[in-house]
């Protein structure tokens, strides 16, 4: 299938590349770090990150079967880089194109269902903690 050799190539070729500069203030990837299911190891990689209101969406070209998103669901939590800035998320939740559709920008919109975008992600911006006084 050759969406899984893409998905593998960009596994293994792209996303070292990638996370040089993905999550950084003027690039359009973000980074999602998550921590392994059974390895405990802590995992970075890069996605495309939209921020919404409460949180972020992310789309899943590859499906609901990828490592890191098993990870992340498992979890129940992540750390999300994205435009310089790094926030706590929670409450993991795959969602559909007609869900997302509603809270993304007309432009994003237009490109995901160029691709074929089926399926999101959604996350809950974590909330900041007061600090003690």
Known sequence: ?????VRVFNKHVLNPVMKLVAGQKYWYAGVIEHTGRRSGKTYSTPVVVERV???F????PYGT????????LA????TVRV?????????PEIID???AAGQLSP???REFARFGIKNFLKLEREPVAAPRA
């Open 97 to 99: 194109a007609a869900t």
């Open 75 to 78: 979890a129940g939590r992540a």
């Open 65 to 72: 079967k990828v490592d890191w998103l098993r990870n992340v």
């Open 83 to 91: 435009h310089g800035e790094t926030s706590g998320a929670v409450g």
């Open 107 to 109: 432009r994003r919109r």
């Open 1 to 5: 299938m050759v969406l899984d050799r």
């Open 57 to 60: 969406i992310i789309p899943l």
């Open 53 to 55: 209101g409460d949180g």
